[in-house]
């Protein structure tokens, strides 16, 4: 890989993708509707409307940025990542844009949605039969084609300008400015990375608040037994069903010194959720939303009993018609043994009394 990679194609480049961010508009911040006698409002930042449609596209775009300025990204480059989900999906759009060519490593299970939206934006997969081999295939593909391994798991943490230049944390405080309690009692984000966790937990650090970060973990992952051992070599070696999240070992992005609660939450209550959600806003949401409502309910929950005053907002990480023919289609649920119906129950009890009831 030649070093030195000509500047004008840099300059270029950069041009095009900040022309990218140039052209799209802010996210938008959604009222979930809750009773205002309980004194405690929630807020869904909808990432969902992001052009490759999801939270993605803006790790995608400082991932490339950053690949651009330390000189790694030149005009013959070949771009690879390991990822199965909303990563290379967006990956593959900055990558048509700069004209490079795109190989995403996958496992063979990738659901044929996933595998069409790559393809869709030029991206090319290549297939691994265990999820755990995407990294070092990753690798070997990137150094056999001479090529550039975007490592959004390693990278996501460092990419990410954690101070604003309009990262995600910073656009949810501007856009709570005018409301009853501006400045978040919590968010509630999921891991993957960990980059968002990271992200939102410096940034409230930075600016010297008072919002808690609570991060969200499906069942399988790594993350939590982590967090609450402090062993990150922690390692269930298990994939998780809530696509986006949850991991089988903890990644070198997570970032558990800026978390303050973290939550393990079955499948069915992430599954249920979006469900509630579709029925209560009509935004229709993927799997790792829901797992963030269940800790924004919990928290809330909490809050009313302690007769806490406060706002709490969490992300709606990616649009649910990619899963149209999975988390809501109740034979898939059937097929999984994935009940939803107590947890429908719980919430929409929830959603009347303000309280939760505990885990059984
Ligand atoms: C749908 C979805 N939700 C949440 C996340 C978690 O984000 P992060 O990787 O920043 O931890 C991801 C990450 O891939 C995702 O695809």
């Given at each position: 890989?030649?070093?030195l990679?000509?500047?004008?194609?840099?300059?270029e480049a950069?041009r095009?993708?900040e022309a990218?961010?140039?052209r799209s508009?802010?996210t938008?911040l959604?009222?979930?509707?809750?009773p205002?006698?309980?004194?405690v409002?929630?807020?869904?930042?909808?990432?969902?409307?992001?052009?490759?449609?999801?939270?993605?596209?803006r790790?995608?775009?400082?991932?490339?940025l950053?690949?651009?300025?330390?000189g790694?990204?030149?005009?013959d480059t070949?771009?690879?990542?390991?990822?199965?989900?909303?990563?290379?999906?967006?990956?593959a759009?900055?990558?048509?844009?700069?004209g490079l060519?795109?190989?995403?490593?996958?496992?063979?299970?990738?659901?044929?949605e996933k595998?069409?939206?790559?393809e869709?934006?030029?991206?090319?997969c290549?297939?691994?039969?265990?999820a755990?081999?995407?990294y070092?295939e990753?690798?070997?593909l990137?150094?056999?084609?001479?090529g550039h391994?975007l490592d959004?798991?390693?990278?996501?943490e460092?990419a990410?300008?954690w101070?604003?230049?309009?990262n995600?944390a910073?656009s949810?405080?501007?856009?709570?400015q005018?409301?009853?309690?501006p400045?978040?009692?919590?968010?509630?984000?999921?891991a993957g990375?960990?980059g968002t966790s990271?992200t939102f937990g410096?940034y409230?650090?930075?600016?010297?608040n008072?919002?808690k970060?609570?991060v969200?973990d499906?069942?399988n992952?790594?993350?939590?037994g982590?967090?609450?051992?402090?062993?990150?070599?922690?390692?269930t070696g298990?994939p998780s069903?809530i696509e986006?999240?949850?991991r089988?070992?903890v990644e070198p992005?997570?970032?558990?010194g800026v978390?303050?609660e973290?939550?393990?939450v079955?499948?069915?209550a992430?599954l249920?959720?979006i469900r509630?959600?579709?029925?209560r806003?009509g935004h229709w949401?993927?799997?790792?939303?829901?797992?963030?409502?269940?800790?924004a309910f919990?928290?809330?929950?909490r809050?009313v009993s302690?007769?806490?005053a406060?706002?709490?907002?969490?992300?709606?990480?990616?649009?649910?018609e990619r899963?149209?023919?999975?988390?809501y289609?109740?034979?898939w649920?059937?097929?999984?043994?994935?009940?939803?119906?107590?947890?429908?129950?719980?919430?929409r009890e929830?959603?009347v009394?303000?309280?939760l009831?505990p885990?059984?």
């Open positions: 890989m030649s070093l990679h000509s500047r004008s194609w840099v300059r950069v095009i993708i990218d961010a140039n508009a802010d938008h959604h009222v979930f509707p809750l205002a006698e309980w004194g409002d929630l807020y869904l930042k909808d990432e969902s409307v992001h052009p490759t449609g999801s939270l993605k596209h790790l995608a775009r400082s991932l490339f950053y690949g651009l300025v330390n790694q990204i030149g005009p070949v771009l690879v990542e390991a990822s199965s989900g909303s990563t290379a999906v967006s990956e759009y900055f990558a048509r844009m700069l060519r795109f190989i995403t490593v996958v496992p063979r299970s990738t659901s044929p595998i069409a939206l790559i869709f934006y030029g991206g090319e290549h297939y691994v039969d265990r755990p081999d995407m070092p990753a690798e070997r990137a150094s056999e084609c001479n391994y959004q798991f390693t990278y996501a460092r990410t300008d101070r604003g230049n309009n995600i910073e949810v405080y501007a856009q709570m005018s409301e009853r309690h400045v978040p009692a919590w968010i509630v984000v999921g990375t960990g990271a410096r409230v650090r930075y600016k010297r008072t919002t970060i609570a969200v499906p069942e992952s790594s993350f939590f982590a967090w609450q051992t402090g062993a990150l070599d922690y390692s298990m069903r986006g999240i949850g089988p070992r992005s997570f970032v558990p978390i303050d973290m939550f393990q079955p499948d069915a992430s249920a959720a509630v959600l579709r029925e806003t949401a993927g799997g790792s939303t829901g797992t963030n409502l269940f800790g919990t928290l809330i929950s809050m302690e007769g806490q406060g706002s709490v907002v969490t992300l709606l990480c990616d649009g649910g899963y149209a023919n999975t988390y289609d109740d034979a649920l059937a097929q999984k043994n994935i009940d939803i119906a107590p947890y429908l129950e719980k919430y929830f959603l009394s303000g309280k009831a885990e059984a």
